[in-house]
């Protein structure tokens, strides 16, 4: 029998680091759910398309098996606002469950289970995942750290409030649109980790999981 982790929550939550941690603790197979409606969000924009545009997102999101989802250009906060505009469309979002779900399904040879992270894994990708956790932290603790991951120290206040406001029009986005928002599930094991370093947070996260083994 093989587990199924789902880890939500918000934009430079952490989530990505404790996926990678979590996954390679436990041998997972890890899947980032951002990079396929970046990739989409990529690939829309590639085409001279409008992410906001139904007709243009989905004809993109039926290519995500032909895309790169290790593609670096996909980490940037421009490709971020557009696959979150994609990803507000209930249509691409339909497109890409059977991807995720199978997935989940089917560990890599000699993987113990898989472990996906995203918005919504927990809520409609993997309902019946055997450990859910919701990660988060205050917005403006979250554009910190975004901040000094890009700037360093040598960053100003100016590039900081860009950042902060971006974030929060992504939150805005993610949380309020009508399909699959971003929202803890019910049976979800939050962590706020706005006074946590990433050690503490995989320590809380690690003994969560093995309780649930
Ligand atoms: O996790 P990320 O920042 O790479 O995600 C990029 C965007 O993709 C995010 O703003 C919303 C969307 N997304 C989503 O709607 N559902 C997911 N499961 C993962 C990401």
Request: aromatic share 6%; charged share 25%; net charge neutral.
């Amino acid at each position: 029998m093989s587990i199924i982790i789902a880890l939500d929550g918000p934009a430079a939550s952490g989530k990505g680091t404790l996926a990678r941690k979590l996954a390679s603790h436990f041998n997972l197979s890890l899947l980032d759910t951002g990079s396929l409606y970046r990739a989409v969000g990529w690939t829309v924009l590639q085409n001279k398309g409008d992410p906001t545009n139904q007709e243009d997102a989905l004809k993109a999101a039926r290519m995500i098996e032909n895309t790169d989802l290790s593609n670096p250009e996909l980490r940037s906060e421009s490709i971020a606002s557009a696959a979150s505009k994609v990803a507000a469309q209930p249509a691409v979002r339909q497109t890409l469950v059977d991807f995720q779900r199978h997935f989940a399904a089917n560990p890599a040879q000699g993987k113990a289970g898989t472990i996906l992270d995203g918005r919504d894994i927990g809520t409609v990708i993997c309902p019946d995942a055997d450990a859910k956790i919701f990660i988060t932290a205050d917005v403006e603790t979250r554009a910190k750290r975004r901040f000094l991951e890009e700037f360093g120290a040598a960053g100003s206040d100016k590039q900081y409030q860009e950042i902060l406001h971006v974030l929060k029009a992504r939150d805005n986005l993610d949380t309020n649109r009508a399909a699959s928002p971003l929202k803890q599930a019910e049976n979800a094991y939050l962590i706020d980790t706005s006074n946590s370093d990433i050690e503490t947070v995989f320590e809380t996260a690690r003994k969560y999981v093995s309780s649930k083994m």
